[in-house]
């Protein structure tokens, strides 16, 4: 999560199982959410406190006039000075402001809001107009706030598009702006744990990793509940707005530069089948999530090197074939006729190894995978003999980055050529994400033939 406006605010702050005792501190919040609190002193017995593990109960604080609560929390450092001032430092892996939980109290909304890096551009949605007339030399500016856009997601959640702005106003005005902002919002029935809404925003943000082609950061974050109230207009009670802070990935640093004609696909491009879209790609998720995770992960650069880069995306792409398909190399009754056969015939003290050989022996191999995956889209992957040129170079490659046999040094690409072979695969991950989505073949080949940033990948 990438955070706005970093927080440094004074304050006083005490266990939430001990509200009699205290403190002055001070909080930082930096851009990538990190945590950090800095107090006079210890909470509780010093000598009794230096004994015990570094973990600590929840830490409400009063910071602006307002309540803030510190949720996972440990010491990161502790001071103990029996004559003049000493400082501990504490670290949370959630800052809840705007409200003060009890120690056991379950965390639960039933409305959170977020905002991604990217959404605006991603929708291109707006409702600033302006008009320029020649003849007087006049300009107008006009706003009309859009209109929400509701969709249904599996588990009776309801993801909501909404639009807020912002404009100079008062006194003498030498610049007029308007700033519109877009953020989702997911409406439950229920209260539900907030651990349920970050696992679904996350999956979302994906989605938009994946939809954008960068990645991309939650940038807003608040939650909402029922049990928590305030007044409004005249008469009327509201629900109190909780600003959530907490370091979530994707991150990456710096933040992306975000260009619409970038992107692989745009809101736009897949309005009337969205909710279909979101809801096969939480369920693809769910089944394939070690090749998400893969994919990502090299997206966001967590490999530092290149070898190590490829060969995430070489173990996901496999893996999301595994996941989304049955084959094997023989009838599973007989591929477990042949085991037998072969294990009767093993000395005794060798059977354990050779169970071992075999136990994956019905698995398809590389080849085979990689070959049904670009078969839907070999147009896009050159020649016949320009396909097994690239499927041989990854085995070659895998093998070797996997084992490091000198035999195969010679046929595995290095330097530029092994960054080729990374941007062919993250397009053919991209191509079955798309397919898995449910979009079809010939509208996934023209998004790819019409999409810069796939066609500059494929070239290389």
Same mark, same amino acid.
Request: with cysteine; hydrophobic share 40%.
């Given at each position: 999560?990438?955070?706005?406006?970093?927080?440094?605010?004074?304050?006083?702050?005490?266990?939430?199982?001990?509200?009699?005792?205290? +403190?002055?501190?001070?909080?930082?919040?930096?851009?990538?959410?990190?945590?950090?609190?800095?107090?006079?002193?210890?909470?509780?017995?010093?000598?009794?406190? +230096?004994?015990?593990?570094?973990?600590? @109960?929840? $830490?409400?604080?009063?910071?602006?006039?307002?309540?803030?609560?510190?949720?996972?929390?440990?010491?990161?450092?502790?001071?103990?000075?029996?004559?003049?001032?000493?400082?501990?430092?504490?670290?949370?892996?959630?800052?809840?402001?705007?409200?003060?939980?009890?120690?056991?109290?379950?965390?639960?909304?039933?409305?959170?809001?977020?905002?991604?890096?990217?959404?605006?551009?991603?929708?291109?949605?707006?409702?600033?107009?302006?008009?320029?007339?020649?003849?007087?030399?006049?300009?107008? $500016?006009?706003?009309?706030?859009?209109?929400?856009?509701?969709?249904?997601?599996?588990?009776?959640?309801?993801?909501?598009?909404?639009?807020?702005?912002?404009? #100079?106003?008062?006194?003498?005005?030498?610049?007029?702006?308007?700033?519109?902002?877009?953020?989702?919002?997911?409406?439950?029935?229920?209260?539900?744990?907030?651990?349920?809404?970050?696992?679904?925003?996350?999956?979302?943000?994906?989605?938009?990793?994946?939809?954008?082609?960068?990645?991309?950061?939650?940038?807003?974050?608040?939650?909402?509940?029922?049990?928590?109230?305030?007044?409004?207009?005249?008469?009327?009670?509201?629900?109190?707005?909780?600003?959530?802070?907490?370091?979530?990935?994707?991150?990456?640093?710096?933040?992306?530069?975000?260009?619409?004609?970038?992107?692989?696909?745009?809101?736009?491009?897949?309005?009337?089948?969205?909710?279909?879209?979101?809801?096969?790609?939480?369920?693809?998720?769910?089944?394939?999530?070690?090749?998400?995770?893969?994919?990502?992960?090299?997206? @966001?650069?967590?490999?530092?090197?290149?070898?190590?880069?490829?060969?995430?995306?070489?173990?996901? $792409?496999?893996?999301?074939?595994?996941?989304?398909?049955?084959?094997?190399?023989?009838?599973?009754?007989?591929?477990?006729?042949?085991?037998? #056969?072969?294990?009767?015939?093993?000395?005794?003290?060798?059977?354990?190894?050779?169970?071992?050989?075999?136990?994956?022996?019905?698995?398809?191999?590389?080849?085979?995978?990689?070959?049904?995956?670009?078969?839907?889209?070999?147009?896009?992957?050159?020649?016949?003999?320009?396909?097994?040129?690239?499927?041989?170079?990854?085995?070659?490659?895998?093998?070797?980055?996997?084992?490091?046999?000198?035999?195969?040094?010679?046929?595995?690409?290095?330097?530029?050529?092994?960054?080729?072979?990374?941007?062919?695969?993250?397009?053919?991950?991209?191509?079955?994400?798309?397919?898995?989505?449910?979009?079809?073949?010939? +509208?996934?080949?023209?998004?790819?033939?019409?999409?810069?940033?796939?066609?500059?990948?494929?070239?290389?």
């Amino acid at each position: 999560m990438r955070n706005q406006e970093p927080i440094e605010e004074p304050g006083y702050f005490w266990l939430s199982t001990q509200p009699e005792t205290k +403190l002055p501190g001070t909080l930082y919040i930096s851009e990538s959410c990190e945590i950090t609190l800095e107090i006079l002193g210890m909470f509780g017995d010093p000598i009794a406190a +230096l004994k015990k593990p570094g973990t600590l @109960s929840r $830490i409400v604080g009063l910071i602006r006039s307002e309540y803030i609560t510190l949720d996972l929390c440990a010491y990161k450092r502790k001071n103990v000075r029996f004559s003049g001032i000493s400082k501990s430092i504490i670290t949370a892996k959630f800052a809840f402001l705007g409200v003060a939980y009890d120690d056991k109290e379950v965390i639960r909304f039933s409305k959170f809001v977020f905002s991604v890096e990217g959404l605006d551009e991603w929708l291109l949605i707006t409702g600033i107009k302006t008009e320029l007339n020649a003849d007087d030399l006049s300009v107008s $500016i006009q706003y009309d706030r859009p209109k929400d856009i509701s969709l249904q997601l599996p588990g009776d959640i309801n993801l909501t598009f909404l639009f807020s702005y912002s404009m #100079t106003g008062g006194g003498t005005e030498l610049e007029a702006k308007i700033n519109q902002k877009a953020f989702i919002a997911l409406h439950s029935k229920t209260e539900k744990p907030i651990e349920d809404f970050l696992s679904l925003v996350y999956k979302i943000n994906l989605f938009l990793c994946f939809a954008i082609d960068k990645t991309v950061s939650l940038d807003f974050t608040e939650g909402f509940s029922q049990n928590l109230m305030k007044e409004g207009e005249p008469g009327k009670t509201v629900q109190q707005p909780v600003r959530i802070y907490h370091k979530i990935i994707p991150h990456i640093e710096p933040t992306p530069k975000i260009y619409w004609h970038d992107m692989l696909f745009r809101y736009d491009q897949v309005a009337e089948d969205l909710e279909g879209l979101l809801a096969k790609w939480l369920a693809n998720y769910q089944l394939s999530e070690p090749a998400f995770n893969l994919y990502f992960a090299y997206k @966001s650069g967590a490999q530092r090197y290149i070898d190590g880069r490829f060969l995430s995306l070489v173990q996901g $792409i496999e893996t999301l074939h595994r996941r989304n398909s049955t084959k094997t190399l023989m009838p599973s009754d007989e591929f477990k006729r042949l085991v037998q #056969t072969l294990l009767g015939g093993c000395p005794s003290e060798k059977k354990q190894w050779l169970n071992a050989r075999i136990a994956y022996g019905n698995e398809l191999p590389l080849r085979q995978r990689l070959t049904e995956m670009i078969e839907p889209f070999q147009a896009l992957y050159g020649t016949k003999e320009e396909r097994i040129t690239f499927i041989e170079m990854v085995i070659d490659t895998r093998n070797y980055l996997t084992h490091y046999d000198e035999k195969l040094s010679d046929k595995a690409a290095t330097g530029i050529p092994l960054w080729r072979l990374c941007m062919k695969i993250e397009v053919l991950f991209q191509l079955h994400f798309l397919r898995l989505m449910g979009l079809s073949e010939p +509208l996934i080949k023209t998004l790819a033939m019409e999409n810069e940033s796939i066609k500059w990948k494929l070239k290389q």
